[in-house]
C-alpha cells in the first residue's frame, strides 16, 4: 500500500470551531489531492499541490484552505466548519499527471460538524 | 452531459456470474483510464488502468473504446469479495487536467 496517512481519522467538533486535517505521504510523490466523498456526489475535489507551496483549487473550494511547506505534509483547514462540510475527508497522492499514473489514497477522515 | 458516466446499478448477481460494467466519458482529450474499487466505508483502491490495446488481470479485463468514449470493466467467475463499488476514472490530456471519477456502480455478489 502507498505510505499516505490521515489523521485525525475521526473526529468530532462544532459548528465555528478551526478544524485541520492532515495527509503525510512517504512517497515523495508531487502531487497531493483533498477530496471529500458524500452520498450521491461521489468524489469531488476540494484542492490539490502540485509542489511545494504550489496549490489550486478544485471543484468544491468554497470554505476550504490547504498548505503545502514539505513534499511530505498535505493540510486541509476549514477555517470555521460548517454542518454541510460533514463528510467522509481522502487524501490522495500521485507521482504525475501523465498518462497511466494513478492516484492512491489515504485511509480516509470522518469528519463530523454538529 | 455529465463528464462521467457509469452504469446507475445496484447490481447483484450470484456467485459465479460474469458481470460488465460501462462507463462513458465527454472529455474526447482524455488520455488515462482506471477503474478502482472501493469497499463500504473504505478508502478507493486502484483495480486497474485500461490500455488502448485492452488488458486483463485474472478474472478482470478492462477495455477501452476511444471512438464511442468508453471503458468496459468484465468480471469473470465472481466472488464474493468481488462485492464493493466500482469506480471508473478519467484523466485529461495536460498535467492540470483534472482527474474525474465517475459515480461508481454497486456490486452484490450473491452466494
Known amino acids: 500500500d502507498a505510505g499516505i496517512t490521515q489523521s485525525p481519522r475521526h473526529k468530532v467538533t462544532e459548528t465555528g470551531t478551526p478544524v485541520t486535517l492532515r495527509c503525510h505521504q512517504t512517497?515523495?510523490?508531487?502531487?497531493m489531492y483533498w477530496y471529500r466523498q458524500d452520498p450521491g456526489h461521489g468524489l469531488r475535489l476540494i484542492h490539490y499541490s502540485y509542489g511545494v507551496k504550489d496549490t489550486d483549487k478544485g471543484e468544491v473550494s468554497d470554505g476550504y484552505s490547504v498548505s503545502r511547506s514539505k513534499t511530505e505534509d498535505f493540510l486541509l483547514t476549514l477555517e470555521s466548519a460548517t454542518s454541510s462540510q460533514t463528510s467522509v475527508y481522502f487524501c490522495a497522492i500521485s507521482e504525475s499527471t501523465v498518462r497511466n499514473q494513478p492516484q492512491h489514497f489515504g485511509d480516509g477522515t470522518r469528519l463530523s460538524i454538529l | 452531459r455529465k463528464e462521467v458516466e457509469q452504469d446507475p446499478g445496484p447490481f447483484n448477481v450470484p456467485e459465479g456470474a460474469t458481470v460488465a460494467f460501462n462507463c462513458t466519458y465527454s472529455n474526447s482529450a482524455s488520455q488515462s483510464f482506471f477503474w478502482y474499487r472501493q469497499d463500504c466505508r473504505k478508502e478507493p483502491k486502484l483495480l486497474m488502468s485500461?490500455?488502448?490495446s485492452g488488458n486483463e488481470d485474472g478474472r478482470f479485463t478492462a477495455q477501452l473504446n476511444r471512438a464511442s468514449q468508453y471503458i468496459s470493466l468484465l468480471i469473470r467467475d465472481s466472488k464474493l469479495s468481488d462485492s464493493a463499488t466500482y469506480l471508473c476514472v478519467v484523466n485529461g490530456k495536460t498535467s492540470y487536467d483534472k482527474v474525474i471519477f465517475g459515480p461508481g456502480t454497486s456490486l452484490s455478489v450473491i452466494p
Open positions: 485500461v490500455y488502448s
Open positions: 512517497e515523495n510523490h508531487r502531487y
